[in-house]
T-cell receptor
């Protein structure tokens, strides 16, 4: 069963606008971590933001914030003031405490920022 | 600079010709892992290592070997590559609950 679901294969956003990329997850482990990575066309995997299941506040890193709704099991990435360089694939991933040997990945969302 | 270094970035080879993709990290991380990325399948774990001389299979280990003789190095070995191993490969390292650091990827084509 897929544990990370990213329902938006592709998204468009106008430059300078905000965009939300969806991620829902499924786990029975009360302790877990959620990650977002960016993969530009050059291929490298860039860490963006992390949210722990016990964190009281939503994570923020510069223009990136994570809208963490634990009861709904969602961890959406919000990018504010989109830039052309934000055009990339975005992956949501989860690591469960009971099996912290690997990340479970979503299939990604392709974001295109239009000038 | 903290980094994970993978080599080569691009590799084209023929079926059956043994190859090694190297991975090295300078962060003294205990955990290292190899992933492959394929369209529509996302990232899948091949092998991982929790420490020196400790390696274990991930989700798709068939056709691959790894070794962890030193903490910093975690090479991926394809003894007899086949076309279905054409993929984008990533090495990653981490410590505790911190995010994984990824190498820049190796794009392998097996003809």
């Amino acid at each position: 069963a897929q544990k990370i679901t990213q329902t938006q294969p592709g998204m468009f956003v106008q430059e300078k606008e905000a965009v939300t990329l969806d991620c829902t997850y499924d786990t029975s482990d009360p302790s877990y971590g959620l990650f977002w990575y960016k993969q530009p066309s050059s291929g490298e995997m860039i860490f963006l933001i992390y949210q722990g299941s016990y964190d009281q506040q939503n994570a923020t890193e510069g223009r990136y914030s994570l809208n963490f709704q634990k009861a709904r099991k969602s961890a959406n990435l919000v990018i504010s003031a989109s830039q052309l360089g934000d055009s990339a694939m975005y992956f949501c991933a989860m690591r469960e405490a009971f099996n912290n040997r690997k990340l479970i990945w979503g299939l990604g969302t392709s974001l295109a920022v239009n000038p | 600079e903290a980094q994970v270094t993978q080599n080569p970035r691009y590799l084209i080879t023929v079926t059956g010709k043994k190859l090694t993709v190297t991975c090295s990290q300078n962060m003294n991380h205990e955990y290292m892992s190899w992933y492959r990325q394929d369209p529509g399948l996302g990232l899948r774990q091949i092998y991982y290592s929790m420490n020196v001389e400790v390696t274990d299979k991930g989700d798709v280990p068939e056709g691959y070997k790894v070794s962890r003789k030193e903490k910093r190095n975690f090479p991926l070995i394809l003894e007899s590559p086949s076309p279905n191993q054409t993929s984008l490969y990533f090495c990653a390292s981490g410590q505790g609950n911190s995010p994984l650091h990824f190498g820049n990827g190796t794009r392998l084509t097996v003809t």
